[in-house]
Every structure is written in structure tokens, then in C-alpha cells.
């Protein structure tokens, strides 16, 4: 089945430095969200983003299909963006989407 | 804009015991998950259902029962209650295909 890999698994910056996230996966990706959750537990999706790259605010993704990777840039990192951020991964052989185990990140003021 | 509602909220149970998790969604999509998150972890699927009736095992199935009574309703049971079923069980929602996930608040499980 699909595997997702997610790194690093936790990064530590400073209020204002740029955040760079990966995820790799194991099979071709039909769909690829990245979520966040916050301290509290609730999910909430930040960027649809099977291939190429998109813009959202802070936010830029980009996926190249063919390498099974995708990317979450975070610009300007605001103590508010600290939590959890998690990729889900949905393929041609499968119907629902797989998680990896997410990147925690902490943004000191 | 729709809302995905699971309930209880939290449970408590004994081990060896049946419970049961329920989730409503009102987007009128067609398919609906259930994930099991540990603490500091990610997701994992256990059970998904992609129309009114159907249900498809996830990669977490076994100890677990699932059921889409109607297409607004999919709900979870923990066939016997085992120490470390501690966790929180997330409920979400999609139209085939998109792969565009909404989650409900979750629901936390505490086994004694």
C-alpha cells in the first residue's frame, strides 16, 4: 500500500524564518492535500496540490509527481503557524487517502 | 458550508467492552473515513465507505466494526476495548475522487 514519509519530523525556528516541510511517497499520487492541526487537534486543509506548484498566502507547495514528493514552503513563520502539519496521499490503487506521520513545528517569538 | 459533527466527544470505557463513535456530515458528500490518530502521530485508516451501504476495510480494521446506515451517517465500533485503543478517532468526509478531506473535532477514547 502507499507510503508516506514526512520530514523532519519536528523544526524549531525563530518568528520570521522560512520553513521548508517534505513529504515523499511511495506510489503515484492521484490526490495530495497538506493539512494542519493545530495544538487543540482539529485538521484543517491548507493546499490541494497533485502536481506542479501553488501559492496560498504564506504558503507554497510543490509536487513533482514523477520523484513522489511534495514540499510546504512557509514564509515568514508567525508564532500562530505552530502545530502540526500533515500530508495525505491518494493513489491510482487505492480509494482513500494515507497520512504520514506529520511535521511539528515551533515558532518562537 | 457544511459541518462534519462526531459524537461523544469523549468516551470512557472498560476494557473488553463494545463502544460505539458516531459521525453526521450535512456536505452531502459521498464518502466517509474513519481515522485513528496516537498521540504524536499521524492518521491511520480504518474504515471508509464511498456511498450509502458500502464499506471498505482500511489498512487498521481489525477490532473495529463499521456501518453506513444512510449517507449522512457513518459510524465505528470498538468490538472489545483493549488498553491501548487509547486515542483519537477522527471522522471525515469527501466527494469521490477529489481527494479534498473535511474532518470532524475528533473523538477521544480512554480504556480503564
Known amino acids: ?109 | 458550508g457544511g459541518i462534519i459533527t462526531q459524537t461523544p466527544k469523549f468516551l470512557i470505557g472498560q476494557e473488553g467492552q463494545k463502544l460505539t463513535l458516531k459521525c453526521q456530515q450535512n456536505f452531502n458528500h459521498d464518502t466517509m473515513y474513519w481515522y485513528r490518530q496516537d498521540s504524536g502521530k499521524g492518521l491511520r485508516l480504518i474504515y471508509y465507505s464511498i456511498t450509502e451501504n458500502d464499506l471498505q476495510k482500511g489498512d487498521l480494521s481489525e477490532g473495529y466494526d463499521a456501518s453506513r446506515e444512510k449517507k449522512s451517517s457513518f459510524s465505528l465500533t470498538v468490538t472489545s476495548a483493549q488498553k491501548n485503543e487509547m486515542a483519537v478517532f477522527l471522522c471525515a468526509s469527501s466527494i469521490q475522487g477529489t481527494g479534498q478531506l473535511y474532518f470532524g473535532e475528533g473523538s477521544k477514547l480512554t480504556v480503564l
Not at chain 1, 502507499?2 to 513529504?23: K, T
Open chain 1, 1 to 109: 500500500g502507499q507510503q508516506v514519509q514526512q520530514s523532519p519530523s519536528s523544526l524549531v525556528l525563530q518568528e520570521g524564518e522560512n520553513a521548508e516541510l517534505q513529504c515523499n511517497f511511495s506510489s503515484t499520487a492521484t490526490q495530495l492535500q497538506w493539512f494542519y492541526q493545530s495544538p487543540g487537534g482539529s485538521l484543517v486543509s491548507l493546499l490541494s496540490n497533485p502536481s506542479g506548484t501553488k501559492h496560498t498566502g504564506r504558503l507554497t507547495s510543490t509536487t513533482v509527481t514523477k520523484e513522489r514528493r511534495s514540499s510546504l514552503h512557509i514564509s515568514s513563520s508567525q508564532t500562530t503557524d505552530s502545530g502540526t502539519y500533515l500530508c495525505a496521499i491518494e493513489g491510482n490503487n487505492n480509494n482513500a487517502p494515507r497520512f504520514g506521520a506529520g511535521t511539528k513545528l515551533t515558532v518562537k517569538p
